[in-house]
RNA sequence: GCUCGGAUGGUGGAACUGGUAGACACGCAGGACUUAAAAUCCUGUUCGCCCUAAAGCGAGUGCGGGUUCGAUUCCCGCUCCGAGUACCA
């Protein structure tokens, strides 16, 4: 029979999920590998072509690992809470986990028919209470722990307790909040309960804290700074302020060293590298005070951070935020008025505007004056909004001829600019930032080199109590609380208005049903209309939800040991499985779900749960696929009105017309097909058309794929017309894995024609099943074993798409020979199988093996002594350019080629006489004579 | 502005450590089969020149230089496109 994809496709699916064929389990015996897809959201709309991209390419590395010796662990679940699921619930009021479910039930479908070797028992959804029972669980470990710099790990809070008993504040070096209290052992012991809670609360790797938010009014919840996007949310898009609430934070900066040391142990895209390298943004300089003439509010100095200590004679003023805490007190009577109405001017600037106009120079004088700690000079403070209130102390020290934007300030407001190094040139023009050089104007370094003057001065700060080397990180602690209603319940409640968590038998403290998915009256999250949901029927729970992102940061344990109901996973399973060996997913999630993921991970295995210090060995981006739209262009008439003829793309010129996207699933190759055209809308019906050489040939742009442009391709439709096998190949043979392209199914058929060919291989004229035992000659064995080697050198790059050409070349090869071995197809059929499963498990039944052994088979041993040859048709060039082919005896020597070639009467005529100079010869390669 | 990635025929792309540029496929053109169409198969297809044709000659991997017997590949300088990031002191 001619290849029925169908009937293959679906038996082979069944067979598959009847026998649980890819059902995996510890097995000791077996080398363990680990290979992760990024799980979907499962969105409304289902899945488009570009989705299954990434799960074609791990399938195929999953299922050829298999047939290389390995346990290979596949998953798959649903990352099934989140927001659009939710406003679809406030539209129409289904509760969110019906829409959810019959979401998943569309993906599931859509993922079952790409025959996939997913394990489906170990299945994760992270809005299963089952599954956030340990999300929840997560979360109380977070909160009960403290980060020990002394031991660089998490411990848990009762050592930070033993340390208040034994020594008091003194004896704790942790990360923490800036406003903790400094007292001793016999203090800690006369502090009321509450006030040890409170101050334990600014200790806690999950705290409760007043903090500036990334407010969202439309979505009615506050967002980390990864879902903001210039201002607007990245989910909607929508308006995004800033807000001053008290917030869940997750003290994610107290792993921020090892979050950026850990990159160096990873192979992972350098991309990717570099964004979480920026978003930690390390820098190493100085925190130096700068003593006020006159304290003010309880306060004494100005503490600045820099990078250029050694710039500090340059010093020609201090600039603060002005939302910095001491500026009202800094203002002088005689500067108030200036100064408020700046303030005011630069608070009516949205964080857009205040972005976009970086070039403009502003501020305004205080009035106060500080004194420079290395020579006593006065320094006036200034307040700019160059100058951010979130970064480092708030307050910069300007230096105009080592910094630009200090120059530019100085040189505006007419402040003196200093030179500090004498290799600094052209400081009237534009500050030099050079390190080179000796220091002058200096007092104590001058003469002294870059790095000997900032080590010389940090001590002598240091010494004097006045500044101290630091390094500051650009990264905030997340925020992890959301005012929304389908996430994770966080399990703590409050008494006397303090959080305590849940005992750990509550759990999972289910999400309550509620009657609107809407805030209150009062203006509390939708958690607030639940009624009656008390902890132990007193206690008022935590009303907001968790982020998006808590589910996703521990899943991949999960999926080691799915259904365990006792630990989110068993120790066991943890040391069989290790970590992810290999994760493919899109780029998107750099800095959001990659970074909160390596944190978790690091804090579970401080407290000795996991044993791994980062999750994800290797990780590869799948590249985006856009879309591809088509157009038709619709003659307009002198009045501007849409008429009802549509003119060809090359001769739209000669009109006046307006571009309609018209759906790519009616057009072919960029010819429209007239009368699916005419019936795709009604309006359309009577369509008269301008054609050009008898076709209709529309217009073609480059756009994200969306239902509003008439350019999502659904796999079903493929499937349905091609199978599985094509689209997954074809997939693959689009291009390499990590590129950006657009979808363009022109092409299919080439892929489609080369199953068809690789299956009548097998057959005769008549389509019946047929091969030969016979002995394979030399040349099929060579197409053989160059496949061999080349598929399994092209999985270990992960370059799928070179290895869809060469199958087709092999397919090529063999049919020209008229291969039907079953030496060679047999072979073939398994390297084959991981790209095509249905079409190799069908023909390895045909051939007379046990059903469903295909999975079972190893990958073939590659001989390199069938690909040896006797001789090799090199290229001849004349001084480097190709000339002709000559065939010559690969055991030749030099001097014996050289000889051969020369005494070629073709080669002699390319030489037109000249006498060579020298001849390069490179065995197996290139013949080249310099003349 | 900074960081990263990219640019190869009409199209997607190949060329893995410097060694025959354009594999493989799409599209297109021509042909076979057919009453016809579809499907299938065969041939050609980087460009230019020359030509009935065979053959030949020249140019050619974004642009300009360099290293080398030899460069899509390495180095220097630029142009354009894409992504991320942005007053981070």
Redesign the pocket.
């Known amino acids: 029979m001619d290849y029925q994809f169908k009937d293959i496709e679906q038996r082979w699916q069944q067979f598959w999920a009847e026998k649980q064929t890819f059902r995996v389990t510890e097995d000791a015996s077996k080398p363990k590998y680990y290979v992760l897809d990024m799980f979907p959201y499962p969105s409304g709309a289902g899945l488009h072509v570009g989705h299954p991209l990434g799960y074609i390419a791990s399938d195929i590395f999953s299922r050829y690992k298999r047939l290389k010796g390995f346990n290979v662990l596949h998953p798959m679940g649903y990352d099934s809470f989140g927001l659009p699921a939710e406003q679809y619930a406030i539209q129409t009021g289904q509760h969110p986990a019906i829409t959810t479910e019959s979401n998943i039930a569309t993906y599931r479908r859509q993922l079952d028919r790409l025959g996939f070797s997913f394990d489906w028992s170990r299945e994760v959804r992270t809005s299963d209470p089952g599954y956030y029972k340990w999300t929840q669980w997560i979360f109380m470990q977070l909160f009960n722990s403290w980060y020990n710099l002394e031991t660089d790990r998490a411990e848990d809070i009762t050592t930070l307790i033993e340390k208040f008993n034994a020594a008091g504040s003194a004896g704790v070096k942790a990360v923490c909040d800036d406003d903790v209290r400094n007292f001793l052992p016999t203090d800690w012991a006369a502090f009321s309960q509450d006030e040890k809670q409170e101050e334990l609360l600014k200790y806690r790797l999950t705290y409760l804290r007043e903090s500036t938010v990334n407010w969202c009014a439309a979505l009615g919840t506050v967002l980390a ?2 879902e903001v ?2 201002g607007f949310s990245e989910r909607g898009g929508y308006p995004v302020e800033q807000k001053k609430m008290m917030q869940w934070s997750m003290r994610i900066t107290a792993y921020a060293e090892r979050l950026l040391k850990g990159l160096d142990m990873i192979d992972w ?3 990717v590298k ?2 979480q390298r ?2 930690i ?1 390390k ?1 190493t ?1 100085a925190s130096v005070r700068f003593m006020l003439e006159i304290p003010v509010g309880g306060q004494s100095f100005i503490e ?5 200590v050694d710039t500090i004679y340059g010093v020609s003023y201090l ?1 603060l ?1 002005p939302e910095h805490e001491l500026v009202p007190a800094l203002t002088t009577v005689a500067q108030r008025e200036e100064v408020e109405a700046y303030i005011a001017r630069t608070r009516k600037k949205s964080e857009l505007d ?2 976009a ?2 070039k ?1 120079v ?1 501020g305004a004088f205080t009035g106060s004056y500080v004194v420079n700690p290395v020579n006593g000079e006065k320094v006036p403070v200034w307040i700019a ?13 300007g ?1 105009p001829s080592g ?1 630009q ?2 120059w530019l300030f100085a040189t505006h407001f007419n402040l003196p600019i200093v030179q500090v190094l004498d290799a600094q040139v052209n400081i009237r023009e534009q500050a030099d930032a050079t390190k080179e050089g000796t220091y002058i104007n200096s007092g104590m370094i001058n003469g002294m080199v870059y790095k000997d003057a900032v080590s010389y001065l940090n001590s002598w700060l240091e010494e004097k109590g006045l500044g101290k080397a630091k390094i ?1 990180y ?1 990264m905030r602690d997340a925020i992890f609380g959301r005012q929304r209603y389908w996430g994770e319940p966080i399990p703590v409640y409050f008494k006397e208005g303090l959080p305590y968590l849940l005992a750990e038998p509550e759990l999972p403290l289910v999400l309550p049903e509620i009657d609107k998915y809407l805030p209150t009256e009062t203006g509390e999250p939708p958690l607030g209309r639940a009624t009656g949901w008390k902890h132990q029927g007193g206690h008022e729970y935590e009303l907001s939800t968790m982020p998006g992102w808590a589910g996703s940061s521990w899943y991949w344990y999960r999926y080691m040991d799915a259904r365990n109901p006792d630990a989110f996973a068993s120790k066991a399973a943890i040391e069989y499985w290790q970590a992810v060996d290999l994760y493919i997913g899109g ?2 999630h ?2 959001g779900h990659l970074l909160y993921s390596r944190f978790w991970n690091k804090f579970l295995k401080d407290l000795g749960y996991v044993q791994e210090e980062e999750p994800f060995k290797k990780l590869i981006n799948q590249g985006m696929i856009q879309g591809r739209s088509n157009f038709v262009y619709r003659v307009v008439d002198a009045d501007g009105r849409g008429t009802n003829t549509f003119v060809s793309a090359g001769l739209r010129n000669g009109y006046q017309t307006s571009a309609i996207h018209v759906d790519v699933n009616i057009v072919n ?1 960029d ?1 429209l097909d007239l009368e699916r055209f005419k019936a795709w809308r009604e309006d359309f019906r009577d369509a008269e058309f301008v054609l050009e ?1 008898g076709k209709y040939v529309c217009g073609v742009e480059i756009e994200k794929m969306s239902k509003s442009k008439y350019n999502v391709v659904n796999p079903d439709d493929l499937i349905e017309r091609y199978g599985a096998d094509t689209l997954r190949m074809y997939e693959m ?4 894995l990590e ?4 979808w ?1 199914t ?9 199953l ?2 690789f299956w009548r291989l097998f057959h005769d004229e008549n389509w019946n099943f047929q091969v030969s035992d016979a002995q394979p000659s030399p040349a099929e064995l060579k197409s053989l074993h160059k496949i061999i080697k ?1 598929v399994q ?2 999985i270990d ?1 992960f ?1 799928f ?2 290895s ?3 199958f ?2 092999a397919v ?1 090869e063999l ?1 020209e020979l008229k291969c039907n071995k079953r030496a060679v197809l047999q072979e073939l059929v398994v390297i084959l199988s991981p790209y095509a499963p249905h079409i190799c498990e069908e023909l390895w039944s045909l051939l007379g093996h046990e059903e469903g052994s295909l999975t079972q088979v190893s990958y073939p041993e590659f001989n390199p002594a069938y690909l040896q040859e006797a001789s ?4 001849i ?1 004349v ?7 000559l065939d010559i005896a690969l055991d030749l020597s030099q001097q014996q080629v050289e000889e051969t070639v020369l005494a070629n009467e073709q080669v002699q005529k ?1 030489l037109e006489g000249r006498p060579h100079k ?1 001849i ?1 010869f ?1 065995k197996g ?2 013949v ?1 004579i ?1 003349v």
């Open positions: 700074n990864d996007k210039d895209p350098e991309p570099e964004m920026n978003w943004g820098s300089g600045v951070f820099t990078t250029r600039v935020a205040r972005m106009d970086t403009t502003s909004d160059y100058v951010l209130a979130g970064y480092g102390t708030g307050a910069v020290m230096v910094d934007r200090d500051n650009r780029s998107e750099a800095t190759n010819v050489e043979f689009l291009g390499p590129q950006s392209k657009p363009n022109n092409g299919i058929e080439g892929v489609f024609k080369f068809r060919k080349k050198d092209d790059r370059s798409n070179t869809v050409s060469s087709m070349i090529n049919t090799f048709s090199y290229p060039s001084n480097g350019k190709m000339k002709m082919n390319y020298k390069i490179v390669k290139i080249n310099v």
